[in-house]
């Protein structure tokens, strides 16, 4: 991410500005919404806490890099200065922050609005229902399992638009000849892109349920496994299709390679289609979208984004704080934000007929309990998230690291995880 | 023995001396404790006192980052300090042939140590970027088979670190060492002339021997910059690609804030501390015994 170091100490300086000026009503709100697509859709909550009519007034500090801006978060709680609120995703990334009481509860918000009967699927509900008490709430689900590809690229190159990786593999030799690059990948914040595309070809390659034994279990014998040499070694396939750029690209200047038609496929998030969108481009004729790598086999991970709000000893602030959490949830509210973002809603009581192709597909795919992933971050803490991360970036980088190698190496991170 | 004293502790001195003591105390001392003391216990975003032993340090040797970290730096620092201290040298040399403008020349020299390391990186990055920088640029002009992008290529990005801390180096040392060479008298040069030396023998043998406080303020200049060594790896590589360019420093930040996992993050900050306290106590030694030699001959 070319841009993130001035854009992160552009961030922090414009907190420290509000955090003086802060009145009772002012929110300041951290997060990690940078990309075109992204800020369109943030602006949804802003406008709609500004225009509440209690003069509440939404403070945005962006800052670019989820890593980046959790950290941040972090270093404000512990240095007793947090944020009004706060996105995180759903896992075990702040796991601690509630054990340590430093969150809000939100229960008696949850309770006037119904969460526990309007989200769905559970397992988004879940991840902020714990203990019986609801410390966040959660304003979308984001399936990672997606591919996204410029039709133009494919029909310059002569191939047949893909129905599955393997497709995609074997039509990859034919668009570098083409003189475009087939795969379109970055190397940003240790390697979280290529960790995305790996944990989408562990759950092809294994299955829902073998997976999730994988990591509950955290068994080292299926780490260990013959899948997921094979993961390995085509990982090492797909980099051969790649171009030497990718050291230091975020996530949504790649999507911009396949936006322009330089590159053929992207493997990232359903927040790609927000920039899809922000172009100007539709599903039906610019480009195209593969579910869980494989048409013939939907899954949507129930990974998203959650919004935590940080105890503070002021009655104002923990008023507007509230205001703010029933607010996110708010049908209205939810369709306008996920539409921009490219994400699902957490209700199923909402009209999302406007929604385009791909959209429609997870919405479909969504309502079948077996095609749903549950987000690898609910299995691990940041800290084994970090070291796969790492293990995967480090292999994808090194080309003399075998795939036997790999293999033994995230056998003993699941392993030793916690 | 009372004349020893009053020498050792002059009392205006002392007092002088109060705040900077207290700093010492309350912030390197104090703070280097609880490291330490974190390094032994389990803490994971909060600091905890659930003592683990040495837990944290065997999770920390067994973690491949740490030991490519390790294996960096040294890399880094022998190659940067070398090279800086040579051409340093050879600059502040040039420097000394009475050039003309060299208040010019010395402000070019100097001017990448004034700029912030994470402008620099990423002005580097930015060159070095094969959609960007020189590789595209070539291309343009007509050479399309040209190929230069050390960032990306795992095994060359280390190198492109080390020239990058040479660029920025260089200026510092050679205006320390300049300052050491006009200190030598002029009267040794013409000595030297008059006996026929050659001039790269006087340098070697005479002059050099003679900047000895010169060139050890440079070296550890160089040495503690190559510790700390941080904000030029995030903005040119970010440690990447994959953890070819990670760093202690950058290992320990990382830990702390990203992963979570304070007690780890302690133990590599610890394990970064103990070759500083080697070279210190090294350092002590020597001075120790050379003040015993002077009391002695006195």
Redesign the interface.
């Known amino acids: 991410m070319?841009y993130r170091?001035?854009t992160a100490a552009l961030a922090a300086s414009a907190a420290l500005q509000f955090a003086g000026t802060a009145k009772a009503t002012d929110l300041e709100v951290i997060h990690w919404w940078t990309s075109k697509g992204e800020s369109a859709a943030v602006s949804q909550f802003a406008k709609a806490f500004d225009n509440d009519g209690h003069g509440d007034k939404w403070v945005d500090s962006a800052i670019a890099l989820g890593?980046t801006a959790?950290?941040t978060v972090?270093?404000r709680v512990?240095g007793g200065d947090p944020p009004g609120a706060a996105q995180f995703n759903p896992g075990r990334?702040y796991e601690?922050?509630i054990s340590?009481g430093k969150l809000l509860d939100l229960t008696d918000v949850a309770t006037a609005g119904k969460w526990d009967q309007v989200i769905r699927p559970k397992a988004i509900g879940s991840a902020c229902l714990v203990d019986g008490h609801w410390w966040c709430v959660p304003v979308n689900i984001h399936s990672n399992y997606w591919a996204w590809y410029s039709k133009p690229v494919f029909e310059k190159a002569g191939v047949p638009e893909p129905k599955n990786l393997a497709d995609f593999i074997a039509a990859a030799p034919k668009i570098k000849e083409a003189g475009l690059i087939p795969f379109a990948i970055g190397?940003?914040?240790?390697?979280w892109q290529i960790q995305l595309l790996f944990q989408d070809m562990v759950t092809e390659a294994l299955g829902v349920a073998k997976r999730d034994e994988m990591y509950t279990k955290k068994s080292a014998e299926i780490a260990g496994g013959p899948e997921m040499k094979g993961v390995f070694t085509q990982l090492r396939t797909l980099k051969q299709f790649t171009?030497?750029?990718?050291?230091?690209r975020n996530w949504n200047d790649t999507t911009n390679l396949v936006i322009t038609g330089k590159a053929g496929l992207q493997v990232m998030g359903d927040w790609a289609r927000g920039e899809f969108a922000a172009a100007g481009m539709t599903g039906v004729k610019d480009f195209g979208c593969m579910i869980g790598l494989n048409e013939a086999k939907p899954v949507v991970s129930t990974d998203g984004d959650i919004i935590v709000f940080f105890k503070q000893n002021n009655p104002d602030v923990e008023a507007a704080q509230k205001r703010l959490a029933a607010l996110l949830i708010s049908p209205e509210v939810q369709v306008a934000f996920n539409n921009a973002k490219g994400s699902m809603p957490v209700r199923g009581d909402v009209d999302m007929s406007t929604a385009d192709p791909c959209m429609q597909k997870s919405l479909k795919a969504v309502e079948d309990p077996a095609n749903i992933v549950t987000a690898t971050n609910r299995f691990i803490?940041?800290?084994t998230n970090?070291?796969l991360n790492?293990?995967v970036?480090?292999?994808?980088?090194?080309d003399s690291m075998t795939a036997d190698d790999a293999t033994a190496?995230f056998a003993t991170i699941i392993g030793n995880s916690d | 023995m009372q004349r020893s004293w009053r020498r050792r502790f002059h009392l205006p001195a002392v007092i002088g001396t109060i705040p900077m003591i207290l700093v010492a105390v309350g912030v390197f001392v104090i703070g280097i404790g609880f490291s330490v003391l974190w390094s032994f216990t389990s803490s994971k975003l909060f600091p905890n006192y659930d003592f683990v032993g040495l837990a944290q340090y065997r999770r920390l040797w067994a973690d491949s980052r740490w030991l490519v970290s390790v294996n960096n730096i040294w890399f880094f620092g022998l190659m940067s300090i070398t090279c800086n201290m040579v051409f340093g040298y050879l600059l502040a040399v040039f420097m000394d042939q009475r050039i003309r403008q060299e208040d010019l020349f010395r402000s070019i020299f100097l001017y990448p140590f004034a700029m912030s390391l994470i402008v620099t990186g990423l002005v580097w990055q930015w060159v070095l970027d094969p959609n960007l920088g020189l590789q595209e640029a070539m291309r343009n002009l007509g050479w399309s088979s040209f190929s230069f992008a050390p960032l990306v290529d795992a095994n060359t990005a280390i190198y492109a670190l080390v020239v990058a801390g040479i660029w920025q180096g260089s200026g510092v040392t050679m205006a320390i060492l300049l300052a050491g060479l006009r200190g030598v008298d002029e009267e040794i040069w013409k000595a030297a002339r008059v006996d026929g030396i050659p001039t790269w023998r006087t340098h070697v043998s005479i002059v050099a021997p003679m900047m000895k406080g010169a060139f050890a303020t440079a070296f550890v200049l160089q040495c503690v910059g190559v510790v700390r060594v941080y904000d030029l790896v995030i903005a040119m590589t970010g440690g990447g690609p994959g953890i070819a360019t990670s760093m202690p420093a950058v290992y320990v930040i990382q830990l702390i804030t990203v992963r979570q996992n304070v007690g780890q993050g302690m133990a590599a900050a610890t394990m970064m501390l103990l070759p500083v306290l080697v070279v210190l106590a090294f350092g002590g030694l020597v001075m120790w015994r050379r003040n015993r030699q002077r009391e002695a001959a006195l």
């Open positions: 070319r170091i001035l890593e959790r950290s972090m270093q512990l990334q601690e922050l340590g190397g940003d914040g240790n390697g171009d030497n750029g990718y050291a230091n803490t940041e800290n970090q070291q790492e293990l970036a480090q292999f994808f980088a090194d190496k």
